[in-house]
């Protein structure tokens, strides 16, 4: 947003829906942070916990199964209005799971699904799996099949053509079928082009997959196609489904996994992060539109930056990263960083990945000013894990809560600190217990960011802030 904008023009929430590990919604996700409550459990897989050796350095290795799973939470209401017959046996679980997100969502909002649908609305759903459900069954018919039915005939060379030819037929017949309505759920592209249809929105419909930043990128499409007048209404959606254990090889050797119980961000004996899934939903409207129908408003969005720059294995690469995309998010927001008193961190327990952040915020937001530290920081990390394609997402809503109650949330404080967190001058705390939001409104409104990056070289930054008291 140009920092000229018409207040007009800014983007507000008006709807939350989510579902985490252990959080069935937006208030639970808040009791959740204010609990200091992980919601760690194993893989549903009984297969996982024949992986695990913690001391193997294989890619078919595992150092721990531990993770913050869905389980039943990854169910849809079978009278969800949207639903078609047949769609809660079918294979397409992961748009299922995301329409009752929607559902939730626009519900929080005040909107039946009959009338959210009157007028344009956006939709931009951040999405980044290394395989969909759909697309796993088609691998599974096509090439799993044919490397099988190879490895039959390799071992059972001497037997009978007709012998080696019903267990193949056999084997396929017990893998998920393929049909032509999978083959079009393979593509992640069309898991919004199918919501949109579902809820019969007629806007834009578009999968976002920037990684571990496609929930911000999806917030910031979202709000751009409210801004240019694409849309009457905007959905800002994140997923990460249910993660397989063939996922899981692949996500652990992207991002170390600590061997421990919980991830233990911004604490000096963190020794790596651990996966999550889940998802939530944003609803937004243009600031004027909200006041004008007396639309409850969670939360401003000053401004969403992404960044990109020099290859991650350089030094000090995320630091540049991340420095400017925050910097960028202040300025189109022409807001100063130390107006800021709440961020909800990346903070994933990775220890290297923690000291950047730690050291970037202090380039930004510059050394403490006085006897206390300004900034607050908090991680959803510490309970749900690393959520990926929907890891911002969570920040967003937790920030969002914070911000409607006037309440710090507390953070998990695991001891001993990171070093960088109790070195002199140093701009941030980790609050260890909930805290009144005290500001004076004379010098700044409360504001809130939250803070990703991916491991490829993307990072991401959004700010909040709250909704003026009417005068």
């Known amino acids: 947003m140009s920092p000229h904008a018409k207040d007009a023009d800014e983007i507000v929430i008006v709807g939350l829906g989510c579902r985490f590990a252990g959080v069935s919604g937006p208030a639970a996700l808040w009791d959740q942070a204010m609990e200091c409550r992980g919601d760690f459990s194993d893989h549903a897989d009984p297969a996982a916990a024949r992986a695990v050796d913690p001391a193997a350095r294989r890619f078919d290795r595992l150092p721990t199964v531990r993770g913050g799973y869905l389980h039943d939470l990854y169910a849809v209401d079978p009278d969800l209005p949207v639903l078609a017959a047949g769609d809660v046996a079918g294979e397409n679980t992961d748009e299922l799971f995301l329409a009752q997100l929607i559902a939730d969502a626009l519900r929080d909002a005040g909107f039946t699904l009959r009338s959210a649908a009157l007028g344009h609305v956006a939709l931009s759903v951040g999405y980044a799996p290394p395989f969909t459900p759909a697309a796993s069954s088609w691998l599974m018919q096509t090439s799993f099949a044919e490397q099988t039915a190879a490895l039959l005939q390799r071992f059972f060379a001497g037997a009978p053509d007709h012998d080696r030819n019903a267990l193949r037929k056999q084997f396929q017949q017990a893998l998920p079928p393929v049909s032509a309505p999978l083959v079009g759920h393979a593509f992640p592209h069309a898991l919004a082009a199918h919501i949109a249809g579902r809820f019969g929105f007629a806007g834009p419909a578009m999968v976002v997959n920037a990684g571990s930043v496609s929930a911000l990128a999806a917030i910031r499409a979202a709000a751009d196609d409210l801004r240019l007048h694409r849309g009457d209404l905007a959905i800002a959606a994140a997923l990460q489904g249910p993660i397989p254990l063939s996922a899981l090889f692949g996500l652990a050797a992207l991002h170390p996994l600590t061997a421990g119980e919980a991830p233990l961000p911004f604490c000096r004996d963190a020794a790596g992060t651990l996966p999550g899934e889940g998802g939530g939903v944003l609803v937004l409207r243009r600031r004027a539109d909200a006041e004008r129908n007396g639309e409850r ?125 109790t070195a002199p001058r140093v701009p941030y705390y980790l609050p260890g217990e909930p805290r009144p939001w005290i500001c004076s409104r004379n010098l700044a409104p409360r504001r809130a960011g939250v803070t990703v990056w991916d491991s490829e070289g993307l990072a991401a930054h959004c700010l909040l802030e709250e909704q003026p008291e009417a005068t």
């Open 297 to 421: 408003i969670y939360a401003l969005i000053k401004g969403v930056t992404l960044a990109s720059g020099a290859a991650p294995a350089q030094p000090n690469a995320m630091r540049d990263i991340l420095g400017r995309a925050i910097r960028d998010t202040f300025r189109q927001a022409a807001a100063a960083p130390d107006t800021c008193t709440y961020l909800e961190t990346h903070g994933t327990g990775i220890p290297a990945d923690d000291t950047a952040e730690l050291e970037t915020l202090c380039d930004v937001f510059g050394e403490r000013r006085g006897f206390q530290p300004r900034l607050a920081l908090g991680t959803t990390k510490a309970s749900l894990g690393h959520t990926f394609a929907a890891a911002g997402m969570a920040g967003v809503c937790k920030a969002a809560w914070a911000l409607t109650q006037r309440i710090i949330p507390p953070a998990i404080v695991a001891a001993p600190p990171h070093p960088r967190l």
